[in-house]
């Protein structure tokens, strides 16, 4: 093996995490937080899974309020989000160029979809493991 490969191991993404980020994108919904991106985004760096969301309340208000929002659809949903918790939520500006990215690359829409990209670039940003449920 060359001594310049870096061999990743990570979790797999799981059923039962695809499902919670799904349940936890409709609960936002229903609570009127406007998500405009939502995605299980691989962090090679970490090795770890984020749930990244994007809002316009990011900017437009603090990214406090909306991490305490997420909370509150996590709390509501109990054990449906037990796969999700407040350590892997990440947020993102709506302009933020993964946004952009995947607005541009991906066709996802408004509503809750699960599009894979594995090993994919999406308008030049490398995406080593993602599931997009939401680039609107």
Known sequence: MDENTVIVLKDPLTDAMIEAGAALVRKLDEAGVPITTAL???????????????????????????????????????????PVSMWVVSLMLNNAELARQLREGVQAGTGIHRIRLRRSAIRGHIVEDALVYRAA
């Open 40 to 82: 299980w985004l691989f962090d090679v760096e970490n090795a770890k899974w984020k749930l990244l969301f994007g809002s316009p309340e990011v900017a437009t208000k603090t990214p406090q309020s909306v991490y305490h929002k997420i909370g509150e659809a996590i709390d509501a949903l109990g054990e449906k989000a037990s």
